[in-house]
């Protein structure tokens, strides 16, 4: 079925066309923000276009705006079209080896922000490990908020790490962020030291590998990031019981959950030899960080 859009070189009201478009973008659960976004796009503005806007949509950009819908009508998120996300105020670009960051994680970021602000006047600055990066969003909005601090992120994939790189020098803390291919912390010369981090952050597979995920999360996330074995517990099962030999005396793990999952996690992270010291809410009030300490 044509969108029936036709191209103009007139100026007119963006309403109408937002309402067209927001009314064939029934997968979506926000058809009008979609379709503003997917119109700016198509007039090559990384901004969304406002009802009260009046444009111009000529032919390439209507040849733009189709191909736009026809992608986004298949599930594709509007961050994968953008080829970023907004985290923590930041732009993150992505690729097909990052998870698309989530709102949920950014309480991740405030509970280790709250921890380090805590640091006594004179304390060496900070050294955080982000294991599992992706995009990097997690130990960059950290750097970002603590100038002196250094960090070390790690990740599986060649192409997250790839991207992680030019996301911490487009944000201008590359010189603080080393970035390490490898399966969460196993050996790397020089780089996991015993007692070397303040800062532990993580945000790992959690999800049932049978699990049932809609179509803009299971055709677009790497499933590396996003399946933990049946009971999405088993990166748990292999990155605790690592966490307390490279923890810093006094030192915090912040590490994200499952909403059902804090009384599984804390019994391995307890078994792990880690204390459950906190548990931090996601915007929408569900369990979604556990605080864990080895003192």
């Keep these: 079925m044509s969108l029936q859009i036709t191209p103009s070189s007139d100026i007119r009201s963006a309403r ?55 992608r986004r009508m298949k599930g594709e998120p509007v961050s994968r079209l953008r080829g970023k996300r907004e985290f923590w105020s930041h732009d993150f670009y992505l690729n097909e080896a990052t998870l698309d960051p989530r709102a949920d994680t950014e309480c991740l970021v405030a509970a280790a922000c709250a921890f380090a602000a805590l640091k006594p006047q004179g304390a060496r600055p900070a050294q955080i490990l982000d294991l599992g990066t992706g995009s990097g969003c997690i130990l960059l909005s950290l750097l970002l908020e603590q100038p002196d601090a250094k960090g070390v992120g790690t990740d599986i994939a060649a192409l997250a790490i790839a991207q992680a790189r030019a996301n911490a020098a487009m944000l201008g803390v590359a010189t603080r962020a080393a970035f390490h291919q490898t399966s969460w912390c196993d050996p790397i010369a020089g780089v996991f030291m015993p007692g070397l981090f303040d800062i532990i952050t993580s945000n790992p597979p959690y999800i049932e590998s049978q699990a049932l ?62 204390a459950v010291c906190g548990i931090e809410l996601d915007f929408s009030g569900r369990d979604r960080c556990l605080i864990l300490t080895c003192e």
């Design 16 to 70: 109408p066309l937002i309402s067209l478009l927001a009314g064939r973008l029934t997968q979506s659960a926000s058809p009008r923000l979609d379709a503003s976004w997917l119109l700016g796009l198509s007039l090559g503005r990384d901004i969304a276009v406002q009802g009260h806007e009046d444009i111009c949509l000529d032919v390439d950009a209507c040849a733009r705006l189709g191909a736009l819908m026809a």
């Design 213 to 274: 995920l809609s179509a803009d999360v299971a055709d677009y996330d790497p499933h590396h990031a996003l399946f933990a074995g049946a009971d999405g517990l088993d990166d748990y099962r292999t990155l605790l019981p690592r966490l307390p030999a490279l923890m810093h005396r006094h030192a915090r793990a912040f590490i994200e959950i499952g909403s059902t999952q804090k009384d599984a996690v804390s019994a391995l992270a307890i078994e792990s030899g880690l």
